[in-house]
């Protein structure tokens, strides 16, 4: 805070010097332009005087003007001269400035005298000649100076009122962004529970919010990894204790002969079911790696849509599940990661047919939309609410919210699907089907480059 302090001090000291500079030549021309005018007036007074006072019987050469205005002439320092012919000598004044002068009836200028540069103001007399009056340019720098030294006296002034203000401000701009500052040191220490009072000016205020904000995202983002992680575990657990007992049984030779092979296809399947969760793992965790890459090519997606087809309407006809086929019947060309593209395909099928009774319908869809293509599974199962359609795509969510409700997978499936299509230039969204069940499409853009490139 002192920092600040001194440094809106020393703006204000450097914004009072430039002003100085800045002022010094405006008001000295000021002045110079009002001591003309002075002198003009003068000069117009005086020879008013000398006029109505040569009638009168003549004054004494001394006795030209009124005392008043003799006076006032005196005290700004005005020398006056009186001449009837071209050849009168005037310090700082020419000849021709003279024959000017008793010929045109006026003179304005500025000359150089004994005494120094002087403003110039003549005019004719009627009685014939005329008055010439001088005064010193230095009479009008020297108001010039003082004129400019009470500005900057009122500056200065004004600075030193400026610092308590400035010390305030900061003090209360200052105080809540400590606060900021130490709140999310708190937070990179592992709290959670940091909540700031808004205070300030708005802008500092919505600092506050917002680290309040991040700070309950935080919470909110760590609860869900934490219950990710323990579901991961509970489901790497449950097929470990299979495997481990009946290796053991095996070992110890307590299985009957007759049931070797039955344990085996046992052991075989829990291991099966370990393998898929650890490679959805591994997906998962790549898919915020830097070295996790798609390779794009030119693919028909009707073909791809054909193969999918063919391998899940058997697997639906072994569940007593019907399905059906909506693909394009000529090429639907498209770049594409065509592997990463039936993995979306399959995780989304095989999570439709989890959820879907017997009896149900599974539908695989595939156009041409504005833009890019869309794929599209859907099905007549019991479906996703709102607010399940708002956390589909996070690891886990979904798991959480219905195991032992309905038939769940490893929470996985639907996460891969949205950071697979994501990596591939799109997006994926779930909404209601009409079917009834769930209807979830992925947007794929349309993509010239063929060349690979990096899934951040």
């Given at each position: 805070?002192?920092?600040?302090?001194?440094?809106?001090?020393?703006?204000?000291?450097?914004?009072?010097?430039?002003?100085?500079?800045i002022s010094y030549p405006?008001?000295?021309?000021?002045?110079?332009?009002?001591?003309?005018n002075q002198l003009?007036?003068?000069?117009?007074?005086?020879?008013?005087?000398?006029?109505?006072?040569?009638?009168?019987?003549?004054?004494?050469?001394?006795?030209?003007?009124?005392?008043?205005?003799?006076?006032?002439?005196?005290?700004?320092?005005?020398?006056?001269?009186?001449?009837?012919?071209?050849?009168?000598?005037?310090?700082?004044?020419?000849?021709?400035?003279?024959?000017?002068?008793?010929?045109?009836?006026?003179?304005?200028?500025?000359?150089?005298?004994?005494?120094?540069?002087?403003?110039?103001?003549?005019?004719?007399?009627?009685?014939?000649?005329?008055?010439?009056?001088?005064?010193?340019?230095?009479?009008?720098?020297?108001?010039?100076?003082?004129?400019?030294?009470?500005?900057?006296?009122?500056?200065?002034?004004?600075?030193?009122?400026?610092?308590?203000?400035?010390?305030?401000?900061?003090?209360?701009?200052?105080?809540?962004?400590?606060?900021?500052?130490?709140?999310?040191?708190?937070?990179?220490?592992?709290?959670?529970?940091?909540?700031?009072?808004?205070?300030?000016?708005?802008?500092?205020?919505?600092?506050?919010?917002?680290?309040?904000?991040?700070?309950?995202?935080?919470?909110?983002?760590?609860?869900?990894?934490?219950?990710?992680?323990?579901?991961?575990?509970?489901?790497?657990?449950?097929?470990?204790?299979?495997?481990?007992?009946?290796?053991?049984?095996?070992?110890?030779?307590?299985?009957?002969?007759?049931?070797?092979?039955?344990?085996?296809?046992?052991?075989?399947?829990?291991?099966?079911?370990?393998?898929?969760?650890?490679?959805?793992?591994?997906?998962?965790?790549?898919?915020?790696?830097?070295?996790?890459?798609?390779?794009?090519?030119?693919?028909?997606?009707?073909?791809?849509?054909?193969?999918?087809?063919?391998?899940?309407?058997?697997?639906?006809?072994?569940?007593?599940?019907?399905?059906?086929?909506?693909?394009?019947?000529?090429?639907?060309?498209?770049?594409?990661?065509?592997?990463?593209?039936?993995?979306?395909?399959?995780?989304?099928?095989?999570?439709?047919?989890?959820?879907?009774?017997?009896?149900?319908?599974?539908?695989?869809?595939?156009?041409?939309?504005?833009?890019?293509?869309?794929?599209?599974?859907?099905?007549?199962?019991?479906?996703?609410?709102?607010?399940?359609?708002?956390?589909?795509?996070?690891?886990?969510?979904?798991?959480?919210?219905?195991?032992?409700?309905?038939?769940?997978?490893?929470?996985?499936?639907?996460?891969?699907?949205?950071?697979?299509?994501?990596?591939?230039?799109?997006?994926?969204?779930?909404?209601?089907?009409?079917?009834?069940?769930?209807?979830?499409?992925?947007?794929?853009?349309?993509?010239?480059?063929?060349?690979?490139?990096?899934?951040?």
């Amino acid at each position: 805070m002192t920092r600040m302090v001194l440094l809106t001090s020393v703006v204000a000291a450097i914004m009072v010097v430039i002003a100085g500079l800045i002022s010094y030549p405006l008001i000295r021309s000021a002045e110079v332009s009002q001591s003309q005018n002075q002198l003009s007036r003068l000069a117009d007074l005086t020879a008013a005087a000398i006029d109505r006072g040569v009638p009168d019987g003549g004054r004494e050469r001394d006795q030209l003007v009124p005392p008043t205005l003799a006076a006032t002439l005196r005290s700004e320092e005005v020398q006056g001269y009186l001449v009837f012919e071209p050849s009168g000598a005037v310090p700082g004044v020419a000849q021709e400035e003279v024959r000017e002068l008793l010929e045109r009836g006026t003179l304005s200028s500025e000359g150089e005298s004994p005494e120094g540069r002087v403003f110039i103001e003549g005019r004719s007399l009627v009685s014939g000649g005329a008055v010439i009056l001088e005064q010193p340019v230095a009479i009008a720098g020297g108001s010039a100076q003082v004129g400019l030294l009470r500005f900057l006296m009122a500056l200065f002034i004004g600075l030193l009122v400026a610092i308590p203000i400035g010390y305030f401000a900061a003090s209360r701009l200052v105080r809540p962004l400590r606060a900021a500052r130490d709140a999310a040191y708190e937070m990179k220490a592992g709290s959670r529970d940091v909540r700031l009072e808004p205070e300030g000016p708005s802008e500092v205020a919505e600092i506050a919010l917002a680290l309040n904000s991040l700070s309950e995202a935080l919470s909110i983002s760590e609860r869900r990894q934490r219950e990710f992680l323990l579901s991961v575990s509970h489901e790497l657990r449950t097929p470990l204790t299979a495997v481990k007992g009946y290796a053991e049984a095996l070992a110890d030779d307590v299985i009957e002969p007759q049931d070797v092979a039955k344990t085996g296809a046992t052991v075989a399947a829990e291991a099966q079911r370990l393998d898929r969760l650890v490679s959805d793992l591994l997906d998962l965790a790549r898919l915020g790696a830097v070295d996790f890459r798609v390779n794009p090519a030119r693919v028909d997606l009707g073909g791809i849509g054909v193969e999918a087809a063919e391998v899940w309407s058997t697997r639906c006809e072994r569940e007593d599940v019907r399905f059906e086929q909506e693909l394009p019947e000529g090429p639907l060309m498209t770049v594409t990661d065509p592997m990463r593209l039936r993995q979306i395909i399959d995780n989304l099928s095989e999570n439709a047919l989890r959820v879907s009774p017997s009896g149900s319908i599974i539908v695989l869809a595939m156009r041409q939309v504005a833009g890019g293509v869309e794929v599209e599974v859907r099905d007549s199962g019991p479906g996703l609410t709102a607010d399940d359609m708002a956390i589909a795509f996070e690891p886990g969510a979904l798991y959480e919210r219905y195991r032992g409700v309905r038939p769940v997978g490893t929470g996985l499936g639907l996460a891969l699907v949205g950071r697979l299509a994501a990596g591939l230039g799109g997006y994926a969204r779930v909404t209601t089907a009409p079917e009834g069940g769930a209807c979830f499409t992925v947007f794929l853009p349309a993509v010239e480059s063929s060349v690979a490139i990096d899934l951040v």
